[in-house]
T-cell receptor
């Protein structure tokens, strides 16, 4: 059974640009969550999607957005990139929520 | 809102020794998770603890949960080098919003 797949694995952008990250959950999983990991702030919850609806949201500015498609694949978008957005972005999936989450390998985003 | 505190931040221990990582949380948490992260890698699920008194063991790692004290522990028995990694605890309500602790960076040396 394939795990959670995130693309791309690495990304380099400059300030002011926007970026879209993709996450394909484990087959059959309908809940997808996104996390940001930085050395300073640690692991922080961004948002969770279930059945194409945002179910939970963390404390991030509106520049961070996401969506989920009917096949449960999810994307997150960050607009007007700032240096502080440099981080490892992790996607996790679970069956319906409330179960153990399985994490992807992450997308490492570097802002120059 | 749920807050999770983990200590110690760093742990350097000799092979063969025992140690415990502590995870305190501020409000009711339906579930308590332990994850392992190797450098440059993603998070690997170790344990999920659901109820008071829950104890789970896998190899040299044992996790327990005391919901009254709002405390979970990860006990390492007879550490080996392969256990070197960063360990995170995370709490969750009835959703998939995980609140992580700061992590404990464990280094096991000969």
């Amino acid at each position: 059974k394939a795990g959670v797949t995130q693309t791309p694995r690495y990304l380099i952008k400059t300030r002011g640009q926007q970026v879209t990250l993709s996450c394909s959950p484990i087959s059959g999983h309908r809940s997808v969550s996104w996390y940001q990991q930085t050395p300073g702030q640690g692991l922080q919850f961004l948002f969770e999607y279930f059945s194409e609806t945002q179910r939970n949201k963390g404390n991030f500015p509106g520049r961070f957005s996401g969506r989920q498609f009917s096949n449960s694949r999810s994307e997150m978008n960050v607009s007007t990139l700032e240096l502080g957005d440099s981080a490892l972005y992790l996607c996790a999936s679970s069956l319906t929520g409330g179960q153990p989450q399985h994490f992807g390998d992450g997308t490492r985003l570097s802002i120059l | 809102e749920l807050k999770v505190e983990q200590n110690p931040l760093f742990l350097s221990m000799q092979e063969g020794k025992n140690y415990t990582i502590y995870c305190n949380y501020s409000t009711t948490s339906d579930r308590l998770y332990w994850y392992r992260q190797d450098p440059g890698k993603s998070l690997e699920s170790l344990f999920v603890l659901l109820s008071n008194g829950a104890v789970k063991q896998e190899g040299r790692l044992m996790a327990s949960l005391d919901t009254k004290a709002r405390l979970s522990t990860l006990h390492i028995t007879a550490a080996v080098h392969d256990l070197s990694a960063t360990y995170f605890c995370a709490g969750a309500g009835n959703t998939d919003k995980l609140i992580f602790g700061t992590g404990t960076r464990l280094q096991v040396f000969p």
